[in-house]
């Protein structure tokens, strides 16, 4: 019975990581951007970084989310920060990049340093769950129940990875699972993290349930083979009776890292707002704020400031480098491995106009839509045409197509400003995202014949 109960707690603080993926450890110098020592980063909490690593054959991996658990002991209460992987941080050596990036230039180490130096608090342990496992732990607890939001598709040639679910209640297998936790909309990152919270909440019921001891025997094995941590087996078992204890009677406490998104140099990023960011560290820590921590913090903002307005005024020699070296590197392998695709699939292709198409338009261009009338109406498509571009859109025609209920708008690319334009198209549609690096186009719209 001990060992199934250290089990099913063990579980319980994996379904903080196994929605996170994320990575970090322990380099310090003596005082951070902010000008905060080690020593004064609050610490009235255990506090664990998660890390759901998310490493390719071709690659070494990044930090697909990142979130920190926060666990009080004297009154057994525990609270969560989501920090979305798209900050924009100073990474030690490296500049300023996304957060996630940190695990790729300096692994575990590099990423605790830098999530303490963002959050101006300390880091007690580690949690580090392998992306590569995720699939076969939901598999191990029987799967899970949960309600879609929305239809989701998403279709990535980059990373051979498509989502196609449904909307209302689903049982989702580990194969669908990591798909309903991985999938970007146009709300991009912050989306993302509002359902790993729901997953979570999800895991959190069925692992907790009465038939859960039919699953033990497999959990045990898988959970070894995923999960990395410095936290002793009896720290784990306190944080786990906690949070069970916690959830069951009001629900965990979650938050985020408050901030804007913002396209700088051409990448997205999620731009932190330190001093809000810190006062939420302060209640989160059940800390006082005193003066030192808040001029420290107003230092720290006016330092990200600054570097955001370099870059903007094209003083980026040493800001921005690493981000837009390695962003165009990302670029070029994304429009290599398109090429190939596009050549496999050229044979396939029913639109004759296409390659003349994509000759005149650029497939950078921000737009530019192909408009495939599916209405079962003749006259709808010209008046459909017409209202994208009096909305600014410029309109390629894909002729008519077999006649579908639904209009249909697929985003080509999966860049958030480009997302955002698509999502307001002049009429009723579903968006979805299908990401093609060869594509002549921002987006395809099926026009169904619910145009109205």
């Given at each position: 019975m001990k060992s199934i109960l250290q089990t099913k707690i063990l579980m319980i603080v994996t379904a903080i990581c196994v929605v996170g993926y994320i990575a970090f450890g322990y380099f310090f110098p003596e005082t951070g951007l902010d000008n905060l020592a080690p020593t004064d980063r609050l610490n009235?909490?255990?506090?664990?970084?998660?890390?759901?690593?998310?490493?390719?054959?071709?690659?070494?991996?990044?930090?697909?989310?990142?979130f920190v658990v926060m666990f009080d002991s004297s009154n057994?209460?525990?609270?969560?920060?989501?920090?979305?992987?798209?900050?924009?941080?100073?990474?030690?050596?490296?500049?300023w990049d996304k957060i996630n990036h940190a695990y790729a230039y300096g692994g575990r180490?590099?990423?605790?340093?830098?999530?303490?130096?963002?959050?101006g608090i300390k880091i007690n342990n580690y949690v580090m769950v392998d992306f590569k496992g995720f699939t076969g732990l939901v598999d191990a607890i029987g799967g899970i129940d949960i309600d879609?939001?929305?239809?989701?598709?998403?279709?990535?040639?980059?990373?051979?990875?498509t989502v196609d679910l449904k909307k209302g209640r689903q049982h989702l297998d580990g194969k669908t699972a990591i798909q309903y936790v991985r999938f970007r909309d146009e709300e991009g990152d912050i989306g993302?993290?509002?359902?790993?919270?729901?997953?979570?909440?999800?895991?959190?019921?069925?692992?907790?349930?009465?038939?859960?001891?039919?699953h033990i025997p497999g959990l045990a094995k898988q959970l070894t083979s995923m999960v990395k941590t410095d936290m002793p087996l009896g720290d784990m078992m306190d944080l786990g009776r906690a949070l069970h204890s916690m959830v069951k009677e009001k629900g965990l406490s979650m938050a985020m890292v408050p901030g804007t998104p913002k396209y700088i140099d051409g990448i997205s990023y999620w731009l932190p707002d330190i001093t809000d960011l810190r006062e939420l560290m302060v209640k989160m820590q059940g800390a006082t704020m005193t003066?030192?921590?808040?001029?420290?913090?107003?230092?720290?903002?006016?330092?990200?400031?600054?570097?955001?307005?370099?870059?903007?005024?094209?003083?980026?020699?040493?800001?921005?480098?690493?981000?837009?070296?390695?962003?165009?590197?990302?670029?070029?392998?994304?429009?290599?491995?398109?090429?190939?695709?596009?050549?496999?699939?050229?044979d396939k292709a029913k639109d004759a106009g296409k390659n003349t198409a994509s000759k005149?338009?650029?497939?950078?261009?921000?737009?530019?839509?192909?408009?495939?009338?599916?209405?079962?109406?003749?006259?709808?498509g010209a008046e459909a045409a017409a209202r994208l571009r009096n909305a600014g859109f410029e309109v390629i025609s894909g002729g008519s197509g077999e006649v579908i209920g639904n209009t249909v708008v697929v985003s080509t690319t999966n860049n958030g400003a480009v997302v955002n334009r698509l999502s307001n198209v002049?009429?009723?549609?579903?968006?979805?995202?299908?990401?093609?690096?060869?594509?002549?186009?921002?987006?395809?719209?099926?026009?169904?014949?619910?145009?109205?």
């Open positions: 009235l909490k255990k506090n664990i970084v998660v890390m759901g690593v998310d490493e390719r054959s071709d690659d070494v991996g990044r930090s697909d989310t990142l057994k209460s525990a609270s969560l920060l989501s920090v979305p992987r798209d900050t924009r941080v100073r990474i030690d050596g490296h500049g180490e590099l990423t605790q340093k830098t999530v303490e130096e963002l959050l879609v939001e929305k239809d989701m598709y998403y279709h990535d040639t980059w990373d051979g990875f993302r993290i509002r359902r790993q919270q729901h997953f979570l909440m999800a895991v959190y019921d069925k692992i907790t349930s009465a038939d859960m001891l039919l003066e030192h921590y808040k001029s420290a913090a107003e230092l720290m903002e006016k330092e990200y400031n600054n570097a955001v307005e370099k870059v903007e005024k094209g003083d980026d020699s040493e800001e921005n480098k690493e981000a837009v070296k390695e962003e165009k590197e990302l670029k070029a392998k994304k429009e290599e491995k398109a090429k190939e695709e596009e050549k496999k699939q050229a005149e338009t650029s497939s950078d261009s921000r737009g530019v839509v192909r408009l495939v009338n599916c209405s079962g109406s003749k006259t709808a002049p009429f009723a549609h579903q968006m979805r995202i299908s990401r093609d690096g060869a594509a002549d186009c921002d987006g395809v719209i099926m026009l169904g014949a619910d145009f109205k």
